[in-house]
């Protein structure tokens, strides 16, 4: 019987193409077994199906891989994202991790279909062609598990249209990863990936026989870089011809997995001392990231490993890096060869476990030995990539950053070791005797200062951080940039923004840069910018995922993205950080879904000087003050220390519950200020922001509540202190107090020209709500109506404000609550008509 196909269709149509492939289905058959593996497709089926009638696509052709055509580019977007999560849902139910790669183009493509006959026998019943399909299947074999690659048509139509997604297209990740070239095809192609908040690796494919990067040839792949190698050797000499050229793909700021230091020399003095040294040494390049120990620990606890015990060797740092979307493991050795100490770094592709090439160096004596770490990392950067001039002007030697003493270097290690389990006791005992050991090892010292304010320490802590600084030029230049950044943080606070947000563009990948300039941002109001650092923490491997999520919530919260804010709390908590339940509390009641608030705060923690903020914010937000008031005090009674910062906040939030349950807050309001400004005189600064906008607060707050006479006396003390330094948080609070005193004597545009500066996109809840007031009493309808619709907008504002711990909290609230009280009351007018 002849088959005879179709006439192909009259003219070429523009279509989406979609192509997946299930990653490792074979290895799925044979774990799970026939009968299992059959129940698992035929539900990957029905899940197939499912999104193919919900997004309207067309199947033309299915194996291990699918391929589709849509009529418009963002529903095949959209049949991507709930493919790649519905894997994710159906591996999970099996304890199985399922990936897919998918590739998404958009070009003109041939059909036609096939006879009824050849259908029959076998065929497809729709044939398509043309170079787009090639195109798309490039790109989905060149995505990373679980990655989405368009082209750059693809990302342009479907960024377009990702508002149809709804809120979900507003939380999408779009990322570049440069231009690409396909093995057949002439020109160069950008390729861009698309996803979702922690389920896309969001990290640059890797190079392959049939697509690589278009880069300049002296930044190439090893494979590229071999070829002129044998080239170029008949003109300089047959030496180039045994180098050895990495064969991996690896890509500037890729990252990397530093294994356990196998120590073949018996000297337990190298035991881990020169691990530590190898990854100091490394971090300061800005070519190669590398994934912490403490990050490696905890994919060990994931991967159900114990992290105290388990020794990271080449099959579990592989696992560890394909976890953390690391590019190369790093498996060093130090051996003793004839006498002399040799430090060997195996280069090992984790994907196959099979050694690239090795690094080493040699050295006699302990000193020698640095400088062979030194010259393996070098060896190792340079051969990764990075080129051999900027390697060298970003290295400085390890004794001249760290110490020449091995005895301190362990003492180093092992300090490192304990800080990163949170036991921040030992760790100080440690770095004291490394510090001992070598009076000049600033990194010993700079160690003292994270563990004395981890620990809350401040008095000590300032010691710390002047004997540190005393040494930062012996600090490795990351290293050094992050204690410029704290001792901005704690001694001159209106310059820190700018020390983290300088660090962060010189270290995009650095999470505590990145999370100290969200953090900055959004104690000045600026919420946008704050997100853009606090999404980068999120997406790049980093000790403390939770907390990273955690922020993110905060600032989605302030700019009252509450489903976004929900998410973020909820994943952080899942994943172990208990203080994510209050974000959960605070975006559920910023919905006015006070049933998910007070779920959620009962796994907060609690009562402390902290939740109990939200406690009391969240009862009085429901009108109930005696409840208000109870967890303000329960914050205040488990407050130990009286002179402490924590102690002056929880004593206000005490007095503005008192201050509604009809209670004299007077003595409490007065106490706060002789403690606010005895802290400030004493010239003890790592507290001078919070303690100065909360005397800020306590000012506004007495001029609301009949005590203009406290707030004046305030504002005086204030100024005489010189606490004004070109802060706007501070000039903005000062604004709003004074506005309030000025209203106190009925001087209403005063109090309007004192605000007016300050009412833009940065303005604070407090601002808007006395220039409402001022507005009132000048019978301004137009500006009443502007700020009554600014403030009933910003609920989220309203709980996430970040003055001062969160000191206005409560008073935030409230007026959220009377001015919807106020809108309500008001009759609606429809065709002059006033309705009730």
Same mark, same amino acid.
């Given at each position: 019987m002849d088959v005879v196909p179709q006439p192909l269709t009259e003219s070429p149509q523009l279509r989406t193409l979609l192509l997946t492939d299930l990653c490792d289905s074979t290895e799925l058959v044979e774990r799970l077994g026939d009968a299992a593996a059959a129940e698992l497709f035929r539900e990957h089926d029905i899940l197939v199906l499912?999104?193919?009638?919900?997004?309207?696509?067309?199947?033309?052709?299915?194996?291990?891989?699918?391929?589709?055509?849509?009529?418009?580019?963002?529903?095949?977007?959209?049949?991507? $994202?709930?493919?790649?999560?519905?894997?994710?849902?159906?591996?999970?139910?099996?304890?199985?991790?399922? $990936?897919?790669?998918?590739?998404?183009?958009?070009?003109?493509?041939?059909?036609?279909? @096939?006879?009824?006959?050849?259908?029959?026998?076998?065929?497809?019943?729709?044939?398509?062609?043309?170079?787009?399909?090639?195109?798309?299947?490039?790109?989905?074999?060149?995505?990373?598990?679980?990655?989405?690659? $368009?082209?750059?048509?693809?990302?342009?139509?479907?960024?377009?249209?990702?508002?149809?997604?709804?809120?979900?297209?507003?939380?999408?990740?779009?990322?570049?990863?440069?231009?690409?070239?396909?093995?057949?095809?002439?020109t160069r192609m950008e390729v861009y990936e698309v996803g979702e908040i922690g389920l896309t690796p969001l990290r640059a494919p890797k190079s392959t026989q049939k697509a690589w990067r278009d880069i300049p040839l002296w930044r190439r792949p090893a494979a590229l870089v071999a070829e002129v190698a044998v080239v170029a050797m008949i003109a300089v000499g047959g030496w180039l011809f045994t180098r050895p050229e990495p064969a991996i793909a690896f890509a500037e700021r890729d990252w990397v997995v530093v294994g356990d230091m196998r120590n073949l020399t018996g000297d337990v003095l190298l035991d881990d001392s020169l691990e530590q040294a190898l990854r100091i040494s490394l971090e300061q390049s800005k070519y190669?990231?590398?994934?912490?120990?403490?990050?490696?620990?905890?994919?060990?606890?994931?991967?159900?490993?114990?992290?105290?015990?388990?020794?990271?060797?080449?099959?579990?740092?592989?696992?560890?890096? $394909?976890?953390?979307?690391?590019?190369?493991?790093?498996?060093?050795?130090?051996?003793?060869?004839?006498?002399?100490?040799?430090?060997?770094?195996?280069?090992?592709?984790?994907? +196959?476990?099979?050694?690239?090439?090795?690094?080493?160096?040699?050295?006699?004596?302990?000193?020698? +030995?640095?400088?062979?770490?030194?010259?393996?990392?070098?060896?190792l950067r340079e051969r990764l990539g990075e080129e051999a001039a900027v390697a060298k002007k970003n290295s400085v030697p390890l004794p001249e950053v760290t110490t020449s003493s091995l005895e301190a270097l362990r003492a180093y290690a092992l300090a490192q070791k304990r800080f990163n389990v949170s036991d921040y006791n030992g760790a100080l005992g440690f770095y004291q005797k490394a510090a001992e050991l070598d009076p000049q090892f600033a990194l010993a010292a700079l160690g003292q200062v994270r563990c004395y304010f981890a620990m809350v320490d401040t008095k000590n802590g300032l010691v710390a951080l002047q004997q540190a600084l005393s040494l930062g030029s012996r600090l490795p230049p990351r290293e050094a940039m992050y204690l410029d950044g704290w001792s901005k943080e704690l001694l001159a606070q209106d310059k820190a923004l700018v020390a983290w947000e300088q660090m962060a563009a010189i270290y995009p990948d650095?999470?505590?840069?990145?999370? @100290?300039?969200?953090?900055?941002?959004?104690?000045? @109001?600026?919420?946008?910018?704050?997100?853009?650092?606090?999404?980068?923490?999120? @997406?790049?491997?980093?000790?403390?995922p939770n907390v990273a999520l955690d922020q993110m919530a905060r600032v989605k919260l302030a700019l009252g993205d509450y489903e976004g804010a929900l998410t973020a709390s909820q994943q952080a908590k899942a994943d172990g950080y208990r203080a994510a339940a209050r974000r959960v509390a605070m975006a559920a009641a910023a919905k006015r879904d006070f049933a998910r608030a007070e779920r959620a705060l009962s796994d907060a923690q609690g009562p402390d000087p902290h939740a109990s903020i939200e406690r009391a914010s969240i009862a009085a937000d429901q009108g109930n003050w005696r409840e208000a008031l109870r967890y303000a005090q329960a914050g205040l009674d488990v407050t130990d220390d009286v002179h402490g910062f924590d102690y002056r906040r929880a004593t206000f939030v005490v007095a503005v519950a008192e201050a509604k349950a009809s209670m004299n807050p007077g003595d409490k309001l007065r106490e706060v200020t002789k403690l606010g400004l005895a802290a400030l005189r004493s010239g003890e600064t790592a507290d001078w922001l919070d303690d100065t906008n909360l005397l800020l607060s306590v000012a506004i707050f007495s001029a609301r509540n009949g005590e203009p006479e406290l707030a004046s006396r305030i504002l005086g003390e204030l100024r005489s202190l010189g606490v004004v330094r070109k802060m706007r948080v501070v000039d903005e609070l000062m604004a709003v107090a004074d506005a309030w005193v000025a209203l106190s004597k009925n001087d209403a545009p005063k109090a309007q020209r004192l605000v007016q500066p300050y009412l833009d996109d940065l303005s604070r809840y407090q601002s808007r709500v006395v220039a409402l007031e001022a507005a009132r009493r000048l019978g301004d309808a137009k500006g009443i109506q502007q700020q009554e619709t600014w403030l009933d907008g910003r609920r989220g504002l309203a709980y996430a404000e970040f003055e001062c711990g969160y000191c206005l909290q409560l008073i935030n609230v409230t007026d959220s609550n009377a001015i919807l009280a106020h809108r309500r009351s008001q009759p609606r007018v429809v065709s002059g008509v006033a309705l009730p």
């Amino acid at each position: 019987m002849d088959v005879v196909p179709q006439p192909l269709t009259e003219s070429p149509q523009l279509r989406t193409l979609l192509l997946t492939d299930l990653c490792d289905s074979t290895e799925l058959v044979e774990r799970l077994g026939d009968a299992a593996a059959a129940e698992l497709f035929r539900e990957h089926d029905i899940l197939v199906l499912r999104l193919q009638q919900q997004w309207r696509g067309r199947l033309i052709d299915r194996s291990d891989g699918l391929l589709l055509l849509f009529e418009r580019p963002i529903d095949g977007l959209g049949f991507a $994202l709930d493919y790649q999560q519905g894997l994710r849902d159906l591996g999970h139910a099996r304890g199985l991790r399922l $990936l897919a790669r998918a590739g998404l183009h958009v070009g003109e493509v041939l059909t036609w279909r @096939n006879s009824a006959e050849a259908v029959q026998i076998g065929a497809k019943p729709l044939e398509v062609e043309g170079l787009a399909k090639p195109v798309a299947a490039r790109l989905m074999a060149l995505a990373r598990p679980g990655q989405t690659l $368009l082209s750059a048509v693809a990302e342009s139509l479907t960024q377009r249209a990702a508002r149809e997604l709804g809120e979900r297209g507003e939380r999408l990740l779009w990322k570049s990863h440069g231009y690409w070239r396909f093995k057949g095809m002439p020109t160069r192609m950008e390729v861009y990936e698309v996803g979702e908040i922690g389920l896309t690796p969001l990290r640059a494919p890797k190079s392959t026989q049939k697509a690589w990067r278009d880069i300049p040839l002296w930044r190439r792949p090893a494979a590229l870089v071999a070829e002129v190698a044998v080239v170029a050797m008949i003109a300089v000499g047959g030496w180039l011809f045994t180098r050895p050229e990495p064969a991996i793909a690896f890509a500037e700021r890729d990252w990397v997995v530093v294994g356990d230091m196998r120590n073949l020399t018996g000297d337990v003095l190298l035991d881990d001392s020169l691990e530590q040294a190898l990854r100091i040494s490394l971090e300061q390049s800005k070519y190669i990231n590398v994934i912490s120990d403490r990050k490696s620990r905890q994919a060990l606890q994931m991967m159900r490993r114990d992290p105290g015990t388990t020794r990271i060797d080449r099959e579990n740092a592989s696992e560890i890096a $394909l976890r953390t979307g690391a590019a190369v493991v790093l498996l060093p050795t130090v051996a003793d060869v004839g006498g002399r100490t040799r430090v060997s770094v195996e280069v090992v592709r984790p994907e +196959t476990q099979e050694t690239v090439f090795v690094a080493s160096a040699e050295g006699r004596g302990h000193d020698a +030995t640095l400088g062979a770490v030194d010259a393996v990392a070098t060896d190792l950067r340079e051969r990764l990539g990075e080129e051999a001039a900027v390697a060298k002007k970003n290295s400085v030697p390890l004794p001249e950053v760290t110490t020449s003493s091995l005895e301190a270097l362990r003492a180093y290690a092992l300090a490192q070791k304990r800080f990163n389990v949170s036991d921040y006791n030992g760790a100080l005992g440690f770095y004291q005797k490394a510090a001992e050991l070598d009076p000049q090892f600033a990194l010993a010292a700079l160690g003292q200062v994270r563990c004395y304010f981890a620990m809350v320490d401040t008095k000590n802590g300032l010691v710390a951080l002047q004997q540190a600084l005393s040494l930062g030029s012996r600090l490795p230049p990351r290293e050094a940039m992050y204690l410029d950044g704290w001792s901005k943080e704690l001694l001159a606070q209106d310059k820190a923004l700018v020390a983290w947000e300088q660090m962060a563009a010189i270290y995009p990948d650095y999470a505590p840069a990145q999370h @100290n300039a969200s953090i900055r941002l959004m104690v000045e @109001n600026r919420f946008k910018e704050a997100l853009a650092y606090s999404e980068r923490v999120v @997406n790049v491997p980093n000790d403390l995922p939770n907390v990273a999520l955690d922020q993110m919530a905060r600032v989605k919260l302030a700019l009252g993205d509450y489903e976004g804010a929900l998410t973020a709390s909820q994943q952080a908590k899942a994943d172990g950080y208990r203080a994510a339940a209050r974000r959960v509390a605070m975006a559920a009641a910023a919905k006015r879904d006070f049933a998910r608030a007070e779920r959620a705060l009962s796994d907060a923690q609690g009562p402390d000087p902290h939740a109990s903020i939200e406690r009391a914010s969240i009862a009085a937000d429901q009108g109930n003050w005696r409840e208000a008031l109870r967890y303000a005090q329960a914050g205040l009674d488990v407050t130990d220390d009286v002179h402490g910062f924590d102690y002056r906040r929880a004593t206000f939030v005490v007095a503005v519950a008192e201050a509604k349950a009809s209670m004299n807050p007077g003595d409490k309001l007065r106490e706060v200020t002789k403690l606010g400004l005895a802290a400030l005189r004493s010239g003890e600064t790592a507290d001078w922001l919070d303690d100065t906008n909360l005397l800020l607060s306590v000012a506004i707050f007495s001029a609301r509540n009949g005590e203009p006479e406290l707030a004046s006396r305030i504002l005086g003390e204030l100024r005489s202190l010189g606490v004004v330094r070109k802060m706007r948080v501070v000039d903005e609070l000062m604004a709003v107090a004074d506005a309030w005193v000025a209203l106190s004597k009925n001087d209403a545009p005063k109090a309007q020209r004192l605000v007016q500066p300050y009412l833009d996109d940065l303005s604070r809840y407090q601002s808007r709500v006395v220039a409402l007031e001022a507005a009132r009493r000048l019978g301004d309808a137009k500006g009443i109506q502007q700020q009554e619709t600014w403030l009933d907008g910003r609920r989220g504002l309203a709980y996430a404000e970040f003055e001062c711990g969160y000191c206005l909290q409560l008073i935030n609230v409230t007026d959220s609550n009377a001015i919807l009280a106020h809108r309500r009351s008001q009759p609606r007018v429809v065709s002059g008509v006033a309705l009730p």
